[in-house]
């Protein structure tokens, strides 16, 4: 395949480069760079976790023999090694014909290696690779990677995919393979053969959800990327329901909603299949959210779906919030019964303010992180700092989010709080220790730095809040306002708003960054891959980028007949409009 490079831009992103064609025929977008890196660090440690998980599984069922001692486990071993250089020492492609004189203990240390033998580098799928910039990612930095096979259904990412292998030497030809086809297909062809399967779409990945579930091997690892934020935000509920099975709300920790959305989607893709997940990772950065599950199959473990899932009732009028469990369980004798929940857990009207309840769901009520992987992946991310291009934001989050209380679904806003009672906002410290003043726990989320998670109960919020604006008078409202309402009240529980020690998280303790500015203007989605660029994308690439960019086609196609008004973009007067637009795109991280 010959290339001209004068028609191609190389971007270099960690240890690979790919070719990007200047006509944009291929998507690339540079603010995936966090989204790629999260992506290898999870995968790292995703393959170190797995071979921990089959040396102990091998050490259990050696020690459940008790025919394994440790010494012959070592000796073992090295005859292995031996076999794998070449020297058979007596046997054939590592087989050893057990006879009477072996005995049980010979036995058992060919179990015991014949098991260790299985364990082979895991096979990754990229469903939807584009230009092949993440698998030649995982291919090259990676360690203890088999091979990555690259999927796309559109003709020039599968052309393109195949120049970047190439362009990127040996190990990347090894490793690398690229496949036109539609990724539904392939998936559901290869059942349980991908031990991570890896779903970053252009918008939502519902329609693949069904097939990843089924490709990915039992203990293996879904990354699944949902750009379609509108959507599971609550812009669009029905549109939501549709794609998702449940429906958003327009709440301050919508972005968080978005996660378990995806996270209880994906559970009952898995349970038609008699399958489970278990959330090790799962991050809203940007402009989109991500989560990284296991997936296992077991038929009774999969009767608990219903106790990791909740309806959530939200107050129209002061934003109060309740979740109510999908099911519930019973121990009976050496069982367990499962039951329908127990509601509602909230009356008609809202007790705090009187307004009506608007319910959305089911999301994913279980912990959504495992503390364990976070610490994990963090260590190896700061290890290795080196190796990660977007290390501070990665680190940031990942340190954000060893900080979030796991057991807590959802978050209060203080600024919401505070503009419903329309009073001036207590510091995030003084209301975080208030609240640890009264015996619960609170910590930050990753998802926004205004949210406080907590376990107190939203009596205990608001009482807070009604002695604080005892301290911080403000002026009478309305008698039928929320605010006017609540403040009503007198508050059954006196709040402490002295200092507390654990105010402050650990981060802010130690002045660690947790929330770090965008790197650039306009850093957001981009367009798809060979549409036309005109003055509409302003919003999207900024003024001055999508000038040159017209300007440039302007002077290779000026042979060619074109609209005039789309050549170059004038100072409109609208502008101030287009960059408030930009703003708020380049807001969502």
Same mark, same amino acid.
């Given at each position: ?41 999870? =995968? ?74 299985? =364990? ?85 990945? *519902?329609?693949? =959800? ?124 050496? *069982? ?68 979030? =209380? ?184």
């Amino acid at each position: 395949m010959e290339t001209d490079l004068n028609d191609y831009t190389i971007i270099k992103e960690g240890e690979a480069e790919v070719l990007m064609h200047k006509k944009n025929q291929v998507f690339f977008n540079k603010a995936q760079v966090n989204n790629r890196d999260m992506s290898i660090a999870v =995968l790292r440690a995703f393959i170190s976790k797995r071979k921990q998980e089959h040396e102990a599984m091998l050490s259990k069922r050696a020690r459940s023999s008790g025919k394994v001692p440790e010494k012959d486990v070592s000796e073992t071993s090295k005859e292995e090694t031996h076999t794998e250089n070449g020297e058979d020492n007596g046997k054939t492609n590592g087989e050893h014909k057990v006879t009477s004189q072996d005995g049980p203990k010979e036995a058992a240390k060919i179990a015991y290696e014949s098991a260790r033998r299985e =364990l082979k580098p895991p096979r990754v799928l990229e469903a939807l690779s584009a230009s092949g910039l993440r698998a030649l990612r995982y291919a090259r930095e990676v360690e203890g990677i088999g091979q990555v096979v690259a999927l796309d259904n559109d003709p020039a990412s599968v052309e393109a995919c195949q120049r970047n292998i190439k362009f990127n030497g040996l190990m990347s030809t090894s490793k690398v393979e690229s496949h036109l086809t539609d990724a539904r297909v392939h998936m559901l062809s290869h059942p349980k053969e991908f031990d991570v399967v890896d779903l970053d779409p252009y918008g939502a990945p *519902s329609i693949f =959800l069904d097939s990843a579930v089924q490709s990915v091997a039992d203990g293996g690892l879904l990354m699944c990327t949902a750009t379609d934020m509108a959507v599971l935000c609550g812009a669009n509920g029905e549109v939501c329901y549709s794609k998702y099975g449940s429906y958003p709300l327009k709440g301050k920790y919508c972005h968080e909603m978005a996660l378990r959305i995806l996270l209880a989607s994906i559970e009952s893709h898995a349970n038609r299949y008699k399958r489970y997940i278990v959330p090790v990772l799962s991050v809203q950065m940007d402009f989109y959210v991500r989560v990284f599950v296991r997936v296992y199959t077991s038929a009774s473990a999969m009767k608990n779906t219903p106790l990791k899932l909740s309806y959530v009732y939200q107050c129209i009028g002061c934003d109060s919030f309740h979740l109510q469990s999908v099911g519930r369980s019973l121990p009976k004798n050496n *069982s367990v019964r499962y039951l329908p929940g127990v509601g509602p857990v909230v009356p008609q009207d809202c007790t705090h303010c009187g307004k009506k309840y608007n319910m959305g769901g089911p999301i994913w009520s279980a912990p959504m992180h495992d503390q364990e992987w976070v610490t994990s992946i963090l260590s190896g991310v700061k290890s290795m700092k080196g190796r990660y291009p977007a290390y501070d934001r990665i680190c940031a989050v990942l340190t954000t989010i060893s900080e979030e =209380l796991l057991d807590v679904p959802l978050f209060l806003s203080l600024h919401s709080l505070s503009a419903t009672l329309k009073c001036t906002s207590p510091s995030a410290a003084l209301f975080r220790s208030a609240v640890i003043n009264a015996n619960y726990r609170v910590s930050g989320s990753h998802v926004n730095p205004l949210g406080i998670k907590t376990d107190a109960p939203m009596e205990v919020i608001w009482d807070i809040m009604r002695c604080w604006v005892k301290n911080h008078p403000i002026k009478p409202q309305s008698p039928d306002h929320p605010g006017s309402v609540i403040l009503s009240k007198e508050p059954s529980h006196q709040a402490d708003f002295s200092r507390h020690v654990g105010s402050l998280s650990k981060a802010q303790t130690k002045k660690v960054a947790r929330f770090l500015p965008n790197p650039e203007k306009h850093w957001g989605p981009k367009i798809r891959a060979g549409r036309t660029i005109t003055s509409k994308h302003v919003s999207l690439l900024g003024h001055e980028a999508v000038n040159g960019h017209l300007n440039g086609n302007h002077k290779e196609e000026e042979d060619e007949e074109e609209d005039p008004e789309e050549d170059i973009i004038e100072d409109e007067p609208d502008l101030k409009r287009q960059k408030t637009a930009a703003e708020d795109i380049a807001s969502t991280s």
